[in-house]
């Protein structure tokens, strides 16, 4: 078997990141100004939807305009 044939299908690990909180409540603005969707926000920035989901349900927890976790 080839190395190319090896290779395929195995999608490589994102290296994890970190991001200041200040950057966060950027994305998660722009998430909930609604010009765009999570998916291109999250597409624009290299980001996987699930981080940035993860950023929205959080600020909504924080600012209490949601009830669906810990705070």
Do not use: N
Not at 19 to 27: Q, R, Y
Not at 55 to 68: E, H, P, R, Y
């Amino acid at each position: 078997m080839s190395i190319i044939m090896e290779s395929m299908g195995k999608k490589r690990p994102r290296p994890r990141r970190s991001f200041t909180p200040e950057f966060k409540a950027e994305i998660v603005e722009l998430c909930q100004r609604g010009d765009r969707t999570l998916r291109q926000v999250s597409q624009d920035f290299d980001l996987t939807e699930t981080a940035v989901r993860d950023w929205v349900k959080q600020a909504d927890l924080d600012a209490g305009t949601s009830i669906d976790g810990l705070t």
